[in-house]
């Protein structure tokens, strides 16, 4: 028998011999792919606001229901006592005290300006810097509308008004769904196969299956592609899953074409099964592997540019990412899904990824040795 196919058909009967790791590779990604994009978003409302009027005029009232009638501010305190609004945030009931002073409508209508005071709970760094930019938005809003009101219409002192219009190209709705869900796909993949991989010579290590196989004439070669290609076809598998779940419950289809992102997926199998069996040829066992295998997840996920802008990041950082698999991968299905690039458009970064698992599995090949 090939020994190629001697290791295959073990790997195979091992995989599907144990019900977890079907239930790890099958159910749980549909699992997360239905939840996780239905909680990851970029967008953040109902953030508590403490609102100070002074003024109680028909100018700070109109203001006030501007700032509450949006989507994104909830009202659980209005009344004319700071203290009472700092304990709110003092208990981390509020988020954002605003404060309308005496004389609001009065000074705008005679000095053409006044003062509004804004507290930020900046505990939650993301929330309290994105409310103060919404609510600072309302505010401007709110201001030109008020100055457009005074003007006498004929006047030659008319202030002079730039009108804007946007045009959001590939996502014009800019449904963050369609962007993340792509992402959240692989970062699964990545984590499944990951862990798999680096597991899998150490639990034959582990049980001293190893050292039968040792002793057989298997070269290294079938050896490490006995084990790697089992996970790989799983792995294309799971994405065929996750891009059904995608379609089914999220309406996404790519404007690109499958055939593209299957492709580019196979040589990303590559690279992470090919760093899980490094891992695995150099781990004593399962513990260890998995506490490597954790650490590199963080890196990947974290630094891949799901939910930090690589762009954003220090210039050392982002040489970091250039190592980076996840980023890769991410920033090509985006490319696929949202603006239908093909083969021709990712050719740079499929180059770069062929290298990266020529490195990787031919440094699993050398790593692993043989002990008779």
């Given at each position: 028998?090939?020994?190629?196919?001697?290791?295959?058909?073990?790997?195979?009967?091992?995989?599907?011999?144990?019900?977890?790791?079907?239930?790890?590779?099958?159910?749980?990604?549909?699992?997360?792919l239905i939840i996780l994009p239905l909680?990851?978003?970029?967008?953040?409302?109902?953030?508590?606001?403490?609102?100070?009027?002074?003024?109680?005029?028909?100018?700070?009232?109109r203001l006030i229901h501007k700032i509450?009638?949006?989507n994104y501010f909830k009202l659980i305190?209005?009344?004319?006592?700071?203290?009472?609004?700092?304990?709110?945030?003092?208990?981390?009931?509020?988020?954002?005290?605003?404060?309308?002073?005496?004389?609001?409508?009065?000074?705008?209508?005679?000095?053409?300006?006044?003062?509004?005071?804004?507290?930020?709970?900046?505990?939650?760094?993301?929330?309290?810097?994105?409310?103060?930019?919404?609510?600072?938005?309302?505010?401007?809003?709110?201001?030109?509308?008020?100055?457009?009101?005074?003007?006498?219409?004929?006047?030659?002192?008319?202030?002079?008004?730039?009108?804007?219009?946007?045009?959001?190209?590939?996502?014009?709705?800019?449904?963050?769904?369609?962007?993340?869900?792509?992402?959240?796909?692989?970062?699964?993949?990545?984590?499944?196969?990951?862990?798999?991989?680096?597991?899998?010579?150490?639990?034959?290590?582990?049980?001293?299956?190893?050292?039968?196989?040792?002793?057989?004439?298997?070269?290294?070669?079938?050896?490490?592609?006995?084990?790697?290609?089992?996970?790989?076809?799983?792995?294309?598998?799971?994405?065929?899953?996750?891009?059904?779940?995608?379609?089914?419950?999220?309406?996404?289809?790519?404007?690109?074409?499958?055939?593209?992102?299957?492709?580019?997926?196979?040589?990303?199998?590559?690279?992470?099964?090919?760093?899980?069996?490094?891992?695995?040829?150099?781990?004593?066992?399962?513990?260890?592997?998995?506490?490597?295998?954790?650490?590199?997840?963080?890196?990947?996920?974290?630094?891949?540019?799901?939910?930090?802008?690589?762009?954003?990041?220090?210039?050392?950082?982002?040489?970091?990412?250039?190592?980076?698999?996840?980023?890769?991968?991410?920033?090509?299905?985006?490319?696929?899904?949202?603006?239908?690039?093909?083969?021709?458009?990712?050719?740079?970064?499929?180059?770069?990824?062929?290298?990266?698992?020529?490195?990787?599995?031919?440094?699993?090949?050398?790593?692993?040795?043989?002990?008779?």
């Open positions: 028998m090939n020994p190629l196919k001697y290791i295959l058909e073990k790997e195979f009967k091992q995989i599907f011999r144990d019900p977890a790791i079907i239930r790890v590779i099958f159910i749980l990604p549909v699992i997360q909680t990851a978003d970029y967008e953040i409302k109902n953030i508590n606001i403490s609102i100070i009027d002074r003024d109680h005029s028909t100018t700070s009232n509450t009638s949006s305190d209005y009344s004319g006592d700071f203290n009472q609004a700092m304990t709110g945030i003092d208990n981390d009931k509020a988020d954002l005290i605003i404060e309308l002073p005496r004389g609001f409508e009065a000074d705008l209508y005679a000095q053409k300006k006044t003062t509004i005071f804004l507290a930020v709970n900046a505990i939650n760094g993301v929330k309290a810097n994105l409310g103060a930019t919404y609510l600072r938005t309302i505010i401007q809003n709110y201001n030109n509308d008020f100055r457009i009101a005074l003007l006498t219409p004929g006047r030659f002192n008319e202030l002079p008004i730039i009108e804007t219009t946007s045009s959001n190209w590939y996502n014009p709705k800019m449904n963050y769904k369609f962007f993340m869900v792509p992402g959240i796909l692989v970062l699964l993949i990545t984590m499944i196969g990951l862990n798999l991989s680096a597991i899998n010579i150490v639990r034959e290590k582990e049980i001293g299956t190893i050292e039968q196989i040792n002793v057989t004439p298997i070269k290294k070669i079938h050896f490490i592609l006995g084990k790697l290609i089992p996970f790989w076809i799983l792995g294309l598998i799971v994405i065929t899953i996750g891009l059904f779940i995608a379609w089914l419950f999220y309406g996404i289809i790519p404007l690109g074409t499958y055939f593209t992102i299957y492709v580019f997926a196979a040589v990303y199998l590559l690279i992470i099964l090919g760093i899980g069996l490094l891992i695995s040829t150099y781990a004593e066992n399962q513990q260890q592997a998995m506490l490597i295998s954790f650490f590199l997840l963080m890196i990947f996920v974290l630094m891949g540019g799901l939910y930090t802008n690589i762009d954003s990041m220090p210039e050392w950082a982002q040489w970091v990412t250039k190592f980076n698999p996840v980023a890769y991968f991410i920033e090509v299905m985006r490319r696929v899904v949202l603006k239908g690039s093909g083969l021709s458009d990712i050719k740079q970064l499929l180059s770069i990824m062929l290298i990266f698992a020529i490195v990787v599995n031919y440094w699993a090949v050398i790593s692993y040795r043989k002990r008779s």
